[in-house]
């Protein structure tokens, strides 16, 4: 049975001493769902090797879960809003959980895939219900700036720890491993919810039409991404997906606009600042989904790292997160948004160009690792205050949908991103040397030295020419935020809640 929303303010549903506990379930539950979107592709070569995966079979271990995670997100949100928010980040968790270990015995491409598809379910209940826990749990101000830092930095490091940790575990153990070390953490966390608290649930019924057209609108615009970066942008199939995808979504949005129940209530988009956090978030996210592609290429194919080095090299990267978001919680109370997020946008857009300037015999100690190191403190420093911004002031009613359309905005900006600088970045090796891709794995084969020399000078020239396509994305980003974005501090004061 539903109840009424309450006016309460957020965070008076958890004792104190129990804050410490939930943060910790909640952050390790964001980092298990956002390392899943990378931890793979470092064991790609070793699941292609033992399960003779074709090369576009093998695409879809990676498209399967963007798919999955970004097409049902808005539905997961709103889920927790309307089922509970503690209950349905239980079933995402025991989802993803039971998806992981499937994965991990799949005795073929097709069970794999379908494991990667359900391990998308889970991440797509899951990761929404933690950020509205947040909201709902930690009392604005120093509170809730600390909890979303430690959020953020889940975020934004996951990733990284994803590519070390797959690496890791393909060398030295098996690539099943990257799918059942999931396990433990999972059953961990369900134990661990104990400590959430269970929270009101929102009087309402789900929006069935919206749910429908919502979701498969935004798995038909991700699934456009993902094949106009790999098939070419004037596929018939791209074209329709497209098509589909508009087609849906503005059908989507007559449907929230006339129902009493939207999925997506459009007043969450009237706020300028929300809008301006959500839209700077697809910004980051495709610079960023990117960077963590082009630098893994970059450096197994031109530095010719094994996958455990080249996850280690993303250290720097991890340690620029954690710093420049522990320093933003803290600063977060006395800025405003923009005052934080432009100039890390503008930090991040300057390492991103410096990326842009590798070449071939590039040194680690004094460009790889410096360049890194400033594009995540830039990123970093603008993960918090987008992250504040998409749910600061939000009713109790649509914490969990705000939350969700933040996560939609990362995803899909990830697909965006690295389909489209893909795109850029072939072009401009080809340019360099036809079929420069082809010409590598050419070399290496045959030995043949000149070839090789030719091949990554073209494959590099391709991978500088994304950097530079990446900093002039977080150029606009800044304009976006420092146009957009006028939200004062995250103080504790709170603003008047309502039901509706």
């Known amino acids: 049975m539903t109840t009424s929303p309450t006016v309460r303010a957020p965070g008076e549903t958890a004792a104190p001493r129990h804050l410490g506990l939930a943060l910790v379930v909640i952050a390790t539950a964001q980092l298990m769902v956002i390392l899943d979107s990378t931890i793979t592709n470092i064991a790609l070569p070793s699941i292609q090797a033992d399960l003779g995966i074709s090369a576009s079979g093998l695409a879809w271990i990676v498209n399967s879960y963007v798919l999955a995670f970004g097409g049902l997100l808005l539905l997961g949100g709103r889920s927790g809003d309307l089922f509970g928010r503690r209950r349905m980040f239980r079933v995402g968790i025991v989802v993803f959980t039971v998806a992981s270990l499937l994965g991990g015995f799949a005795p073929n491409a097709a069970l794999l895939i379908a494991a990667r598809i359900l391990q998308g379910v889970g991440a797509a209940i899951a990761a929404p219900t933690a950020l509205a826990l947040i909201a709902t749990t930690f009392p604005e101000g120093a509170p809730r700036n600390k909890a979303m830092g430690v959020y953020a930095a889940m975020s934004g490091i996951g990733s990284t720890i994803g590519l070390l940790l797959g690496g890791v ?18 059953a961990a966390l369900l134990v661990g919810t104990a400590v959430l608290p269970a929270g009101d649930r929102v009087r309402g019924r789900l929006d ?48 929230q606009i006339r129902s009493d129940h939207p999925m997506l209530p459009l007043r969450l988009l009237k706020d300028r600042n929300r809008s301006g956090s959500y839209t700077a978030m697809l910004i980051i996210g495709a610079a960023m989904f990117a960077t963590f592609y082009f630098l893994s290429l970059y450096m197994q194919q031109v530095l010719e790292y094994s996958p455990v080095r080249t996850g280690l090299a993303y250290l ?73 911004g998409a749910v600061s002031g939000v009713t109790h009613t649509d914490a969990g949908i705000a939350s969700a359309l933040l996560s939609t905005a990362q995803q899909i900006g990830g697909a965006m991103g690295l389909a489209i600088l893909s795109t850029l970045a072939t072009a401009t090796a080809n340019d360099s040397l036809p079929d420069a891709d082809q010409a590598y794995f050419q070399a290496r084969t045959t030995g043949d030295g000149s070839l090789l020399e030719r091949a990554t000078e073209a494959l590099t020239s391709g991978f500088t020419a994304a950097f530079a396509g990446a900093a002039v994305l977080l150029v606009v980003g800044v304009i976006v935020t420092v146009t957009a974005i006028d939200a004062r501090a995250a103080t504790g004061e709170k603003p008047p809640v309502h039901a509706g």
Do not use: Q
């Not at 575990?169 to 999972?186: A, E, H, M, S």
């Not at 790999?230 to 449907?255: H, K, P, Q, R, Y």
């Not at 071939?360 to 970093?380: C, D, W």
């Open 169 to 186: 575990l393909t060398d030295y153990l098996d690539w099943r491993w990257i799918f059942f070390v999931n396990v433990p953490i999972g």
């Open 316 to 388: 720097p990267f991890s340690f620029g997160m954690a710093l420049a978001t522990g320093v933003g919680s803290k600063l977060a109370g006395r800025l405003p948004a923009r005052m934080l997020a432009g100039p890390g946008l503008i930090v991040a857009a300057i390492g991103m160009a410096w990326l842009a300037m590798l070449e071939p015999g590039s040194s680690y100690l004094t460009h790889l690792m410096p360049a890194m190191f400033v594009t995540a403190i830039g990123l970093g420093s603008s993960f918090l205050p987008m992250t504040l």
């Open 208 to 255: 069935v039409p919206g749910a429908v057209t919502g979701t498969l609108g935004l798995v038909a615009l991700v699934y456009g991404i993902t094949r106009g970066g790999e098939d070419g942008w004037t596929d018939s199939m791209t074209l329709s997906l497209f098509a589909a995808a508009i087609a849906l979504l503005a059908l989507f949005v007559t449907i």
